[in-house]
């Protein structure tokens, strides 16, 4: 060992400075984050709502992107396994092959503009109040339970906490998972999601991490319960998962099946019928994670601002809409170019069926959304006036209320509304 250090010094000295960089530019985002919290700086129940919204836009573009966008998948997907949830997908035809596309991307696209845009900012109400608009009649109906949005809102946080922890080159910090806390109690209020099954719903929670603590507690005990197979829940897992490979043969799609399978705890494999994996694929996928994981935190430079991943489009088009960059088996929103069309991505996924950008025409709607008339067809264009007045109620909140705070205006303005 001294003989080739001596004879490649330079080339050691390389490496070990390469690897203490690194080390350092590795942690230094994660230290800056937590710094305002620190030895006792201040407690974690005076971060703010601006102060979460960053953090969760440094996890979402430069610490985690790849993490955040599974943990929004997983969390998408186990809305399947509960019984109710299933149904009313069945029932309204949004759970086929020819809906079901769409109905996802028309899903995330909303989930992604709620999560990305400051809460005061005008894309964030609209999406928001989309969603809420949305989800109006079945709640009146009884088809959407309360339990059943807390649930899928409780379902994003911990799928977060969840993906990160198990592959990423580190856990979440407290402060992060207060972020975290603080976004997911936000975005519940403003979609009108009762939290009376929480614990501490009484009396308040001291800062987002307890809140977050709780909410995802409560979601693993309300998945025990009520999860359960069912023939719409098995269908669901069809149309979203085997559907996806249904061109390459059987035994393609039970590898996907098990891969999906190993990001699910028992209580939702059984529910969503999705065979857990067996001993070769365990072996495989924790060699692959935790390859990933080495390599990220001992040898790869920390993603820098410039290159930060860009959720959804930063600007409107030429039309006024917005496209979606992350095409999907069909490419709704995704406008047709070079990169779009013959990126490794993009030409990866037509390999496994995939439709290639700006094909049927207008098809998939290549000139971009509108946040005020996404969702299924029959949908489109109405509930313009319910928005209004919701994106009204929230500018009217203030900017600088407390994140813990607003609880008595929220059950009043639900109650006005009834």
């Excluded at 919204?53 to 610490?63: A, N, V, W, Y």
């Excluded at 999860?227 to 559907?243: H, I, K, L, N």
């Excluded at 990220?296 to 993603?303: E, I, K, Q, T, V």
Aim: hydrophobic share 40%.
């Amino acid at each position: 060992m001294r003989a080739f250090t001596a004879k490649h010094y330079v080339f050691v000295v390389v490496i070990v400075t390469y690897l203490a960089l690194v080390r350092w530019l590795r942690y230094k985002r994660t230290n800056r984050i937590a710094s305002p919290f620190t030895d006792g700086k201040r407690p974690l129940s005076s971060m703010t709502t601006q102060e979460a919204f960053e953090i969760m836009t440094q996890l979402q573009s430069l610490e985690f992107p790849y993490a955040m966008n599974k943990a929004r998948s997983v969390a998408l997907l186990k809305a399947g396994g509960i019984p109710t949830m299933s149904k009313l997908f069945a029932v309204t035809g949004q759970n086929n092959a020819r809906n079901a596309g769409r109905r996802a991307v028309d899903t995330e696209v909303l989930l992604r503009e709620s999560q990305t845009q400051p809460r005061d900012s005008e894309r964030y109400m609209d999406a928001v109040a989309r969603m809420n608009y949305l989800h109006a009649r079945y709640r009146k109906a009884g088809k959407i339970l309360d339990m059943d949005l807390l649930h899928t809102l409780g379902d994003g946080a911990l799928e977060i906490v969840h993906v990160i922890d198990n592959e990423e080159w580190r856990n979440l910090s407290d402060v992060e998972k207060c972020a975290v806390g603080i976004f997911h109690r936000n975005l519940g209020e403003d979609l009108e999601i009762l939290f009376t099954p929480l614990e501490s719903f009484e009396l308040g929670w001291q800062d987002g991490l307890h809140f977050m603590t709780e909410l995802i507690e409560w979601t693993k005990e309300y998945e025990k319960e009520v999860a359960r197979p069912t023939a719409t829940g098995d269908q669901y897992v069809r149309v979203y998962v085997d559907s996806a490979t249904k061109k390459l043969g059987k035994g393609v799609t039970a590898l996907l099946r098990q891969v999906v399978g190993s990001d699910l705890d028992d209580t939702m494999r059984t529910s969503l019928c999705i065979e857990a994996p067996g001993p070769f694929v365990s072996a495989l996928l924790f060699a692959i994670r935790n390859t990933r994981k080495m390599l990220l935190r001992y040898l790869a430079l920390p993603r820098p601002e410039v290159f930060a991943y860009q959720s959804v489009a930063s600007t409107p088009n030429a039309e006024g809409l917005y496209n979606f960059g992350h095409g999907g088996f069909q490419p709704w929103y995704v406008q047709p170019g070079f990169w779009s069309i013959w990126s490794p991505g993009a030409v990866l996924l037509r390999m496994f069926g995939a439709r290639k950008p700006g094909s049927k025409g207008d098809r998939y709607k290549p000139t971009g959304y509108d946040l005020k008339s996404i969702g299924p067809p029959p949908q489109e264009g109405k509930g313009l006036e319910d928005m209004r007045a919701t994106v009204e109620f929230m500018k009217g909140r203030g900017a600088g209320e407390c994140p813990f705070a607003g609880m008595k205006r929220r059950k009043e303005f639900v109650a006005a509304k009834e």
